[in-house]
C-alpha cells in the first residue's frame, strides 16, 4: 500500500513538474524575435495558459509537502502569472475610465461593423439581417468572395459607396459606406494577393477622416510557415497612417493579438490607440468554440478619434464574431494625447526591417 502512493505521488509531481516546464516554455518562446509560426503561435493563447499556469497554482499549494523544489516551481508559475496578468489588466475596465468629455465641436456618431465572414460560410443572409438590424455607416468584410459579392449586392439600396476585391484565397475584402467618399484605394503592400482598403470619409456634418480595413495571413502549421508577410502588411499601414493629417481609424482581421510585440510596434508606429484599452477582453475568434476565443479583429484610431462603445454582435455563422464600434471626431479635445506611444531609434530600424522582409517572403500556401 505504501509502494503504491509512493508511486502515484512520484507520477503526480513527475507529471506536476513536466507541465510546469512546458507551460514556462510556451511562455517564452513568443520573447523570441523569431518570425516562425512556433514561436508566434504562443502569443495567440496566452489567455488559455493564464487559465493553465492558475491551475498549477492551485495544485502547488496542494501538494506543496510532497514537491521536490517547490519554491522554484513556486516562482516559475507566479513569475508567468504576473506577467500575463500585467498585459490583461489593460484589457480590462480597471485600467482606466474610458469616459471622455465633449467639446463644443464634434462630429455625429459613426457605426462600423467589421467581420470576417469566412470565405466558406454561406449563411449570407445572416449577416445582410444583421446589417440591416444595426444600420452601420460602415460595413468592412473580409474573407468575402465572389459568391459573397453578389450576396451582398442586395445592401447597395443602403451603401450607394463601395470598394469590392472577390478574391477566392481567404483574402478578398469588400467596403461597403454610406458616407461621402473622397478617396477610395487598394493596396497591395506585401503581395498582390493580399489587399488592404484604404478610404477618405466624410461624415454627414462634415467631418473628414480616413479609414483602412486589413487583413494580412496569420503565421500557422496550416496557413503560413512564419509571421512575415503579417508583420510587414502592418506595420506598412501603421506607417502611412502616422503620415496622415486627418482623423484615423484601423480595423479589421490582424491575426495578431492586442498584446503581441507587433501589435505594440503597430501601435508605436501609427501613433495611434488601442480601442481595446480599459473597454474588455472582446473576443472575436474562435465564434465555435468558447476555450480558445482570442481577440483577432483589432481596432486603432487617432487621438482625435473617440470612441463611445466597442462591442462583439452575435454570430453570423462565421468563426469569427462581427465586432461593432461607434465613435465620434473631437479635434478640440486633447485627453487622448497622453496615450500614445512612439517608437525609439531600435524599434524603428526594427519596424522597417519586418516591412523589407515582407516584401520579400513568397507565399506557396494562397491559391489565386
Known amino acids: 500500500m505504501h509502494t503504491i502512493i509512493f ?69 516559475i508559475v507566479l513569475g508567468c502569472v504576473a506577467y500575463n496578468c500585467y498585459i490583461f ?49 460602415i460595413l468592412l468584410t473580409m474573407e468575402s468572395n465572389q459568391d459573397w459579392e453578389n450576396a451582398l449586392q442586395e445592401l447597395k439600396d443602403i451603401y450607394p459607396h463601395y470598394e469590392e476585391v472577390a478574391l477566392e484565397n481567404t483574402y478578398g475584402m469588400h467596403l461597403y459606406t454610406k ?38 495571413p496569420p503565421p500557422s502549421p496550416t496557413e503560413e510557415d512564419t509571421s512575415k508577410e503579417r508583420d510587414g502588411d502592418l506595420l506598412s499601414v501603421a506607417k502611412l497612417a502616422k503620415k496622415q493629417k486627418l482623423p484615423v481609424v484601423i480595423t479589421g482581421d490582424f491575426n495578431t493579438v492586442a498584446w503581441s510585440r507587433v501589435s505594440r510596434l503597430f501601435k508605436k508606429a501609427s ?3 488601442d480601442a481595446r484599452y480599459g473597454r474588455g477582453y472582446l473576443a472575436t475568434f474562435h465564434a465555435n468554440y468558447w476555450f480558445f476565443r482570442i481577440p483577432l479583429d483589432l481596432l486603432y484610431h487617432s ?9 462583439i454582435l452575435p454570430s453570423i455563422g462565421s468563426d469569427h464574431f462581427p465586432m461593432c464600434c461607434t465613435f465620434y471626431i473631437d479635434k478640440a479635445n486633447h485627453e487622448q494625447e497622453k496615450d500614445v506611444r512612439h517608437l525609439d531609434r531600435e524599434e524603428d530600424e526594427e519596424v522597417e526591417e ?15
Open 7 to 75: 508511486l502515484l505521488n512520484h507520477y503526480m509531481v513527475t507529471t506536476l513538474w513536466v507541465c510546469t516546464i512546458l507551460l514556462f516554455i510556451l511562455h517564452v518562446l513568443p520573447f523570441v524575435r523569431n518570425q516562425h509560426w512556433i514561436f508566434r503561435v504562443p502569443d495567440f493563447i496566452r489567455p488559455q495558459l493564464l487559465f493553465l499556469q492558475l491551475l498549477a497554482l492551485i495544485f502547488i499549494f496542494f501538494n506543496w509537502s510532497a514537491l521536490d523544489f517547490r519554491i522554484w516551481m513556486l516562482l
Open 89 to 137: 489588466v489593460r484589457f480590462t475596465k480597471f485600467w482606466r475610465s474610458t469616459k471622455h468629455g465633449v467639446s463644443d465641436e464634434h462630429s455625429e456618431i459613426v457605426k462600423i461593423i467589421s467581420v470576417n465572414v469566412y470565405q466558406f460560410n454561406t449563411d449570407y443572409h445572416r449577416l445582410i439581417k444583421l446589417v440591416r438590424e444595426e444600420q452601420p455607416d
Open 179 to 216: 458616407l461621402k467618399v473622397h478617396k477610395l484605394h487598394v493596396h497591395y503592400f506585401v503581395a498582390d494577393d493580399l489587399p488592404s482598403i484604404e478610404a477618405e470619409l466624410e461624415t454627414d456634418d462634415g467631418y473628414r477622416f480616413v479609414f483602412f480595413g486589413v487583413h494580412p
Open 271 to 273: 501613433e495611434l490607440i
Open 303 to 311: 487621438t482625435d478619434v473617440f470612441v463611445e462603445d466597442l462591442k
Open 354 to 368: 519586418l516591412i523589407d522582409e515582407g516584401k520579400e517572403e513568397k507565399s506557396d500556401n494562397r491559391e489565386a
